[in-house]
């Protein structure tokens, strides 16, 4: 059995991991809230660009706002989006798992967002294209992501997404299948009345360039909405890790704390037992004398 | 049958709270910012074209616009200006917003 001082330093070990986790946990919970609630504001913004892309586009052909003559690299990139470090739990890895799934050197190039996913992706010797840190900040610069994406003739994004405080899924969608899905609602025997056409508006400087500009912001404004969510799926996926990792700590502070009862009362025992067994003998001695 | 001529309904009168002058909805946000939200007299703002206003019982409208200061006259209160980077500006029905950073 192990000395009562080293279980007892071992269990102060344990108290301090609780502690720790207990922090982060709260922590975690405090950005749910507040990434939940920005994620709720952003949507009612973002739902009503939507809602004016659906009416203005009646042609499917999404083409990243590339002009005719571009010519793309008929490769798919592949964009991840992981979170800034560590302590958010398997979440990651699962993604990192979906994208080896279709992942093929030759087909795909890869950008990541998120220095966990840039590591992730180094130990599984896979070598990544371009690299962008998470953003934290509230306003995201999507501009220089959208040059690289404008350059490829499809791109599939993998981003994690909330489902509730404890379900968190990995998703991958095709960026031009995404857009144009949301634009086919734009039938036109479903807009009715709400339709933006030259017929029933003014647009300033031209009908095409409104439209060019919008297909653009829809693509912006997908991209942040993904990055959005991803951010919210990694602090709530860091809150059920945190979770878990404080019960586990306290389970094992609790079984340390009956290990040091029970080795000090051993050792109590032992103390007694020598002491006993050492008065035996003198008063033997005693007696013989 | 003679055709009857339809009998005028008396619209709510809108004008009311603002003395008599015409007034439309005016919102300017961004995902996570409302710059603006209520009645206002006229929006004034710049885009390709050119300088322009915007007042009530405008057209449907839908434009982008330039780099600018935007100004929202409120029905209550003093001149809001409102620095633009990149917008989109929908008008309709007296209904008028800005979408920033889009």
């Known amino acids: 059995m192990r000395r009562p001082l080293e279980i007892k330093a071992e269990e102060a070990s344990v108290r301090s991991v609780v502690s720790l986790t207990s922090a982060l946990e709260s922590l975690s919970s405090m950005q749910i809230a507040k990434t939940k609630n920005k994620v709720l504001i952003s949507n009612q913004f973002f739902d009503e660009v939507w809602n004016i892309y659906k009416q203005i586009r009646v042609d499917v052909l999404f083409n990243f706002g590339r002009a005719p003559e571009e010519k793309p690299i008929n490769k798919e990139l592949l964009i991840l989006i992981t979170a800034k470090a560590g302590l958010s739990g398997d979440i990651d890895q699962r993604l990192i798992r979906k994208f080896l799934e279709r992942y093929d050197e030759a087909k795909h190039d890869v950008l990541v967002i998120g220095y966990h996913g840039a590591l992730k992706l180094k130990q599984a010797h896979i070598s990544y294209d371009y690299y962008f840190d998470l953003p934290e900040q509230d306003y995201i610069n999507v501009d220089p992501l959208m040059d690289i994406i404008r350059k490829y003739a499809r791109s599939r994004i993998f981003y994690q997404n909330y489902i509730s405080l404890g379900q968190q899924t990995i998703e991958d969608v095709d960026l031009s299948e995404v857009v144009s899905s949301k634009g086919r609602v734009a039938d036109l025997d479903t807009v009715g009345d709400s339709l933006v056409s030259e017929k029933t508006y003014i647009f300033e400087p031209s009908s095409f360039a409104v439209a060019a500009y919008l297909e653009n912001s829809i693509l912006r404004l997908t991209i942040s909405q993904f990055i959005y969510d991803s951010r919210l799926a990694q602090v709530a996926s860091r809150f059920r890790a945190m979770s878990a990792a404080k019960e586990r700590s306290v389970e094992t502070a609790g079984t340390l704390h009956v290990e040091y009862n029970r080795a000090k009362r051993n050792q109590v025992d032992t103390r007694l037992k020598e002491s006993l067994a050492g008065l035996k003998k003198i008063r033997a001695e005693g007696a013989e004398v | ?102």
């Open chain 2, 1 to 102: 049958m003679a055709d009857e001529a339809p009998i005028p309904v008396a619209e709510p009168d809108e004008s009311a709270k603002t003395g008599g002058k015409p007034s439309m909805f005016v919102k300017v946000y961004a995902p996570f910012q409302v710059y603006f939200e209520g009645d206002a007299y006229s929006v004034s703002a710049v885009n390709d074209v050119g300088p322009f206003d915007i007042l009530p019982k405008h057209r449907n409208f839908l434009c982008m616009l330039a780099p600018c200061q935007l100004v929202v006259q409120p029905v209550t209160g003093n001149a809001k200006k409102i620095k633009i980077h990149r917008a989109l500006m929908h008008v309709k029905a007296d209904k008028v917003v800005v979408f920033m950073d889009v």
